[in-house]
């Protein structure tokens, strides 16, 4: 069996489809742009983490777009299902039929989130069922698994039905989950997602004199932009 695989879900950067409470400060061209630095910048940070790698995009008919700027050593699927918990779910359930022990799941809204956070989710799925890390804003920037042992193989955790999405609610609700079903889980470290106007100010000081050279080109491409 396979041990560890990491997954970035994208969605591609049309303008006025991406990072819209953003584009409502910096119109919808920029912010579409801001969003698709988000992408790049994390699959250049994450390359180096787990055994398997794997960027889900969506729309499925832009695949060549995100081809383009795919690092090597990754792969690429688009995502499969209906609303987000859906495609969460058949996107662990897939990874778990490829044989792999651990997978971790993470989303593109925090760029600059700190790689040592994903090291811990990896460690953290020795001892426990499932590992999130919860954003300030009631929902989470990563998701973690490890198989669930059934009669046809290893299933996922009962975390993502009956889900509000895209609420405050996210994490309230996906803890409830686990707590009535007997999950084991682990929290990491909170962070934020880079939505609204204030969390991109946010993100500009927080990348000024960062000592990750990929941040630094972050910050210099966001600056310059």
């Not at 969506?58 to 699927?77: D, G, K, M």
């Not at 359930?93 to 997978?103: D, I, K």
């Not at 993100?203 to 972050?218: A, N």
């Amino acid at each position: 069996m396979q041990e560890t695989s990491l997954g970035l879900f994208a969605k591609y950067w049309q303008p006025g489809q991406v990072k819209t409470r953003l584009a409502a400060a910096v119109g919808s061209e920029q912010a579409a742009a801001i969003y698709r630095q988000f992408v790049h910048t994390l699959l250049a940070r994450l390359t180096p983490i787990a055994e398997d790698r794997l960027l889900a995009f969506a729309p499925s008919h832009r695949a060549a777009e995100f081809a383009a700027i795919l690092p090597n050593r990754w792969r690429l699927q688009p995502q499969a299902g209906g609303d987000l918990g859906q495609r969460m779910q058949n996107y662990f359930a897939n990874r778990f039929a490829e044989g792999f022990r651990r997978v971790v799941l993470l989303g593109t809204d925090s760029p600059n989130l700190p790689l040592e956070f994903i090291t811990k989710a990896l460690a953290e799925l020795e001892t426990h069922q499932v590992v999130l890390g919860p954003t300030e804003d009631g929902g989470y920037y990563l998701v973690g698994a490890q198989g669930m042992v059934g009669a046809q193989g290893p299933t996922v955790p009962l975390i993502f039905t009956d889900i509000a999405w895209s609420t405050p609610h996210v994490w309230r609700q996906t803890i409830a989950a686990m707590q009535q079903t007997g999950t084991s889980f682990a929290v990491l470290p909170t962070w934020y997602d880079v939505d609204e106007a204030d969390d991109y100010l946010r993100l500009l000081e927080d990348l000024t004199g960062s000592r990750e050279p990929l941040l630094r080109k972050l910050h210099a491409q966001l600056r310059d932009g």
